[in-house]
């Protein structure tokens, strides 16, 4: 029996020998990826259904986050790219961090998401004079500098320096700047769940003393109405802070401030409500018109970008830049 199959199979590899090939050459030349990434434009994330805030208010418009498309650095993508408008091709560590892994600068900017969506809520409620308080907070390190002369890890979750709770950065600062080059400082951290002694010795900048780490902040909260937000595990970033904030705002009060229209946009977001700048203007303006979208919110340091962009396209979408919430707010009830 198994002598017929061996014979089958022989047999029937030697017939379609140039065919087979031609399959495993396209399956290789599929697989194999280069050290690339290829950003295209990209489209919309729609808030509406996304935001669920409890007995909230509906929207007679649509607002959404705008996001950048990328592909994985492929022989066929990366060829075909060079033919393409707007596909460009990006070398690995010019999107990542000095020895960092890509999973590791996802990781991160999954963590930069969460802080996105914390801050968002914040400053919705607070805007909208709602309730909210704050019942856990998580100091997350998500940079460790070539210099950093420390046992810190990545993702370490930092609970104390110098025996004092850390909260921010600004609080990480202060403490650092109370020390001179060479000086070792204690502190304590939750790893995998377990808490660590760790120490990092300070070191000079032009900036001042330094210890090398860089953390990011997440929150989770105690909400009057309740809301429920939660992103899909391909989404990541900060950039759609401004947009969660719009959205969940629109769903506390009474006034619409949609008017009816299609609003994307995008832009970090702050918790005093200072809205920030991001990468990749050009392939979200370029996702919203795709998407029919009337109005396009931008940071005022990436107004002229997307403004160049709209120029060089044609683009028929309504740019408006924005430095703070109370700004975009304004604009959204006056048009």
Not at 105 to 117: A, C, F, P, R
Not at 160 to 174: F, P, Y
Not at 203 to 213: C, R, V, W
Request: charged residues 25%.
């Amino acid at each position: 029996m198994f002598s017929k199959v061996y014979e089958f199979i022989k047999k029937f590899i030697k017939e379609n020998f140039k065919f087979l090939l031609v399959l495993l050459f396209i399956f290789v030349i599929f697989k194999i990826e280069l050290p690339y990434k290829i950003y295209k434009p990209g489209g919309m994330v729609s808030l509406n259904k996304r935001v669920i805030v409890e007995n909230g208010y509906s929207s007679s418009g649509e607002l959404g986050m705008a996001y950048v498309s990328v592909m994985n650095g492929n022989i066929p993508f990366l060829l075909i790219s060079h033919l393409i408008p707007n596909w460009d091709i990006y070398a690995d560590d010019m999107i990542t961090y000095d020895n960092e892994s890509w999973e590791q600068t996802l990781k991160k900017d999954q963590i930069s998401m969460k802080q996105s969506i914390d801050t968002a809520i914040f400053n919705a409620y607070k805007f909208a004079g709602k309730e909210i308080k704050v019942t856990k907070e998580e100091v997350h390190v998500t940079y460790i500098d070539e210099q950093a002369k420390t046992d810190i890890s990545l993702f370490d979750i930092l609970l104390s320096v110098d025996g004092k709770a850390i909260h921010n950065l600004d609080d990480l600062k202060k403490i650092i700047e109370g020390h001179q080059s060479g000086d070792l400082i204690l502190a304590k951290v939750l790893r995998n769940d377990k808490e660590e002694d760790v120490s990092a010795t300070v070191f000079e900048t032009e900036d001042g003393p330094k210890i090398g780490i860089g953390i990011t902040t997440t929150y989770d909260y105690e909400t009057n109405p309740k809301i429920n937000l939660e992103p899909k595990a391909s989404e990541s970033g900060a950039s759609g802070g401004l947009m969660m904030t719009l959205a969940i705002y629109n769903a506390l009060v009474e006034e619409d401030i949609t008017k009816g229209k299609k609003i994307i946009g995008t832009g970090t977001i702050d918790m005093d409500g200072n809205v920030g700048e991001i990468d990749g203007v050009k392939y979200k303006i370029l996702g919203a018109v795709k998407k029919k979208c009337d109005i396009f919110l931008v940071p005022k340091g990436d107004y002229e970008e997307a403004l160049k962009v709209k120029n060089e396209n044609n683009l028929a979408i309504n740019v408006v830049a924005v430095s703070t919430l109370q700004e975009a707010i304004d604009y959204l009830k006056k048009q």
